[in-house]
Each structure stands twice: as structure tokens, then as C-alpha cells.
């Protein structure tokens, strides 16, 4: 099962990210990289050894966000 993590590049969403993947989710990470970074799911990725589908978007930017999924 997928699930999907808006703000899962900031300091919290890395956490959750990290759990979820290590209790078998799929993961799914929206984020703007307004106030979080690309090397967090990096770390995440390490931690777990699975991989992070990343969409660098806001869930403000509707139509961006649909084109992207």
C-alpha cells in the first residue's frame, strides 16, 4: 500500500517517512522545499535501504501537483 507524505522532506516528515517505510508502506513524498531539503530523504533512503518517490510541488499548485501524479 502507498501512502502519500505532504511535507515529507521537512524535519518531521523525514520521521514519518522513515517509519512508514520500515513498517512495509510504500511512500509518496509532496513537498515545496520551502523550509525542508532533498538530503533528508536522502537519509531516509539510507536508513530504510528504500528507495523515496519525491515530487518537488505544493499542494497549492493543483493543477501541478495532478500533473505530477
Partial sequence: M???VT???GYIG???VVELQNAGYDVVVLNNL???SE???DRASK???KPVKF???DILWQQS???KL
Fill in 65 to 67: 501537483m495532478f500533473c
Fill in 2 to 4: 502507498a501512502v502519500l
Fill in 47 to 49: 536508513i530504510t535501504g
Fill in 14 to 16: 523525514s520521521h514519518t
Fill in 34 to 36: 520551502r523550509n525542508a
Fill in 7 to 9: 511535507g515529507g522532506a
Fill in 39 to 41: 538530503k533528508a530523504l
Fill in 55 to 57: 515530487y518537488k510541488t
